[in-house]
């Protein structure tokens, strides 16, 4: 391990900036209308605060207005918030209630500390919120799935930017939903599934669905403007099961389990090959992991346990006094892989009859928004996803709010797979007031998608094309002094399958002129280029590749080729748009607790992360890592009034704030990748292992802070606070708090 550059630094703060411009409002216009359900509305209001950042450290955050009076007189109506000065928008979540006209303003400090410091205002905006005048409604009589469809495509046809729609599902309360029945291998039964679709507000009026099979509950694709607002929806059966570990044969590596109530058995989720063959489970316990007693990933343990040779014992005869008994099994069991700096876990050691085998099929992704811009989620509430549950690729603006993944009584999950998975829109998702429990994996990922470089030729461009703002520097120039250039085809690569599943999509990378293109070496973790997009050519059904002119000639170390999707084909070159990784994302005001690995997931450029509470995790706080297919490198991250509590439970190699390249190639280290984080008045208690733990990553600021940790760190190497490799510019600065405490619950695993 190198020896970074780390700065203990007895300044809490930066020089303050120069005193700035006044923001230039975007979004909405003066006077416009915006349509929001009956119970308010949640408009995102967007600005240009003129150049971006090039540090989060010592800038003051701007300020925004909303008032119903013209003077932002607080007699009547005043509401104000602040935004980092990295994030140029801000999305109301808390329904502004109906009123004739609302006015807006942005301003920026001229100093740090808004409350204290003069403040340069934008002009003001006035808009108004309307409930849209053409209304219709599912009564609580529509008891049949295809009444709710019929309704719903009607409502969809009808509704346009011109005269948007309002479908209100009226007294429905609680009720179950028979799905047809799947076909074949075609796209599961969705509740909701419009294409093309705008300006469409549907108000669930608090109807909580439970859905008598698998379903997606929100399908949408290419739409716009489409709200969707006041749901609760569940499954039964549910699509996982779960049961207690009853005993262990630890020579024999097997273990008999109790079906725990209210779940379905082993044999009605998975195959007869599969009880027979290895499967993959987790393994959960009992542990105060929030404001209430709830099941969540055991503690040190892998994240991953096989299950084989699964056996139904024979049911014992009920008696009076117990009632039919639950069913049982005997299976045999095997740890995952270990984090290596922890002892190696064999066959059934660990386990006792506290914990219980959670096994969770991959099955139906509860929301899928494809493409399209500022669909708006709001008070939509899951009790049950058969896969990932929130998800987006290529859809801008997205507001999810209020929202959230709950668990129930008796319950261990509340999503299969991931709690959400966003990829590959230019601005990315606002997240905010949601209670997120009990995912199967990753809470939050957000990231941009990995793009397969199937050709490359070279041409020659005119001096014209060769000046882009923002490109990649002057291009190589012919002997006859016509610049050169690389023209390369692009396509999709796994899991972009919507661009092959559904034409309608068009095949969209989502690459525009002016984009920066990112050549990627998986094995070895280096940025072999940047690049920018001079001109390209859109795919179609044709031909569903897309064709791009550069800025300048490709190193010969560009390796052609397929990547995806079965097995990663990691010796071709990956390609990501860097203007595609989900830039701007908001995650503010959540509870995230009980997730089997990250609370947040993210690699892209300005992100704020904001006033959450995480807690009870199996992986980190916010972690910054590139994946196989989701990319590429963490810039400009504001991690700020946190609280982190009890997370990295997993033998895994991770920390409650982590950074790093995976690489397969480990011989050499990257590039800094990874830059400018900062990391600011949080509060941190959990161990063991650093806090902190930063690699590949450079300009990283720790202030503060509140860092209860463990006093032990010799049981735990690379213990206490900060543990960096290939890392510069990481100042922990003086201002921390830090508490060393020796305590089983911070010092165990």
């Not at 990753?442 to 094309?465: E, F, K, P, Q, Y």
């Not at 990874?674 to 990553?697: A, C, K, Q, Y």
Request: glycine share 10%; hydrophobic share 40%; net charge negative.
């Amino acid at each position: 391990m190198g020896m970074p550059l780390v700065l203990l630094c007895l300044s809490s703060a930066a020089a303050p900036a120069a005193a700035p411009a006044a923001p230039r409002l975007l979004a909405p216009a003066d006077a416009e209308v915006l349509y929001c359900a009956g119970d308010g509305g949640t408009p995102e209001f967007t600005w240009d605060a003129g150049a971006v950042p090039a540090s989060t450290d010592g800038l003051p955050d701007t300020v925004i207005e909303l008032s119903a009076s013209a003077d932002f007189s607080a007699a009547v109506f005043l509401a104000r918030d602040e935004v980092p000065a990295i994030i140029e928008r801000y999305v109301r979540a808390d329904p502004l209630e109906l009123r004739a006209v609302y006015y807006w303003r942005v301003g920026r400090p001229s100093s740090s500390g808004s409350s204290s410091s003069a403040i340069v205002w934008s002009a003001a905006r006035s808009f108004q919120l309307r409930v849209p005048g053409r209304r219709t409604s599912v009564p609580a009589s529509a008891v049949s799935w295809a009444a709710v469809q019929g309704l719903l495509a009607s409502a969809a046809a009808a509704s346009s930017a011109a005269d948007p729609s309002l479908l209100s599902f009226e007294g429905w309360g609680s009720r179950t939903l028979a799905p047809p029945p799947r076909v074949g291998g075609s796209d599961p039964p969705a509740f909701i599934r419009l294409s093309s679709v705008t300006d469409l507000i549907i108000d669930g009026g608090g109807a909580r669905i439970t859905f008598s099979d698998y379903v997606q509950f929100v399908d949408l694709l290419n739409c716009s403007r489409v709200q969707i607002v006041n749901f609760a929806f569940d499954l039964q059966p549910l699509p996982y099961t779960a049961l207690a570990i009853e005993s262990v044969d630890a020579e024999a590596s097997t273990a008999t389990l109790r079906l725990q109530p209210g779940h379905p058995t082993v044999e009605a989720l998975l195959s007869d090959k599969q009880l027979e063959t290895s499967g993959i489970a987790e393994v959960m316990s009992m542990a105060a992991a929030s404001t209430r007693q709830q099941p969540r990933t055991m503690r040190g343990v892998p994240e991953v346990i096989y299950f084989s040779n699964v056996t139904r014992l024979p049911e014992p005869q009920p008696t009076q006094a117990m009632g039919r008994p639950l069913l049982r099994y005997r299976m045999a069991l095997k740890w995952g892989g270990t984090n290596p700096r922890l002892p190696q876990l064999h066959g059934v050691e660990r386990l006792t009859s506290s914990d219980f085998l959670v096994i969770d099929p991959r099955i139906d992704i509860g929301f899928d928004v494809m493409g399209g811009d500022q669909v708006t989620l709001r008070s939509v509430h899951v009790s049950a996803c058969a896969n990932e549950c929130f998800n987006s690729e290529h859809a801008e603006r997205l507001s999810i709010l209020h929202c959230g993944t709950r668990l129930q009584p008796g319950r261990f999950l509340a999503a299969n797979n991931g709690g959400h998975n966003h990829h590959g829109s230019a601005v990315g998702q606002w997240v905010e007031g949601g209670i997120w429990e009990n995912a199967g994996d990753d809470t939050i990922h957000v990231s941009g998608l990995v793009m397969s470089v199937l050709a490359i030729g070279s041409t020659t461009i005119s001096s014209g094309n060769s000046g882009i703002a923002g490109g990649s520097g002057s291009s190589a120039a012919e002997p006859g002094g016509s610049p050169k250039a690389s023209v390369v085809t692009l396509a999709p690569s796994y899991p972009d399958s919507y661009s092959i599943r559904k034409p309608i999509f068009h095949h969209s990378l989502g690459v525009r002129r002016g984009d920066i293109l990112q050549f990627y070496d998986f094995v070895t973790g280096v940025l072999l280029a940047s690049r920018t997009v001079l001109t390209m050519r859109e795919a179609s059904d044709a031909n569903p590749t897309v064709g791009v002119t550069l800025d300048q000639p490709l190193p010969a170390t560009v390796t052609t080729g397929q990547i995806g999707g079965g097995a990663l084909n990691d010796s071709v070159t990956q390609v990501f748009n860097f203007n595609r990784t989900s830039n701007q994302f908001v995650f503010r005001r959540n509870i995230v607790s009980g997730g089997r690995r990250v609370g947040v997931l993210y690699k892209g450029f300005r992100s704020w992360i904001d006033s959450n509470l995480f807690v009870g995790l199996g992986g980190g706080a916010m972690e910054l890592w590139n994946a196989p297919y989701e990319g590429l490198f963490a810039q400009t991250v504001l991690f700020r009034n946190n609280t982190v509590r009890d997370v990295c439970q997993l033998s895994r190699g991770a920390a409650p704030i982590w950074t790093s390249v995976p690489r397969p190639d480990r011989s050499s280290a990257p590039a800094l990748v990874h830059r400018d984080v900062m990391i600011e008045n949080n509060s941190f208690d959990t161990g063991p292992g650093p806090t902190f733990w930063l690699s590949d990553v450079s300009d990283v600021v720790i202030t503060g802070n509140a860092i209860t940790y463990c006093a032990q760190t010799v049981v735990y190497p690379g213990g206490g606070v900060l543990n960096t490799s290939n890392a510069h510019n990481v100042q922990l600065r003086a201002d921390n708090e830090l508490q060393a405490v020796d305590s089983p619950r911070l010092c165990v695993k």
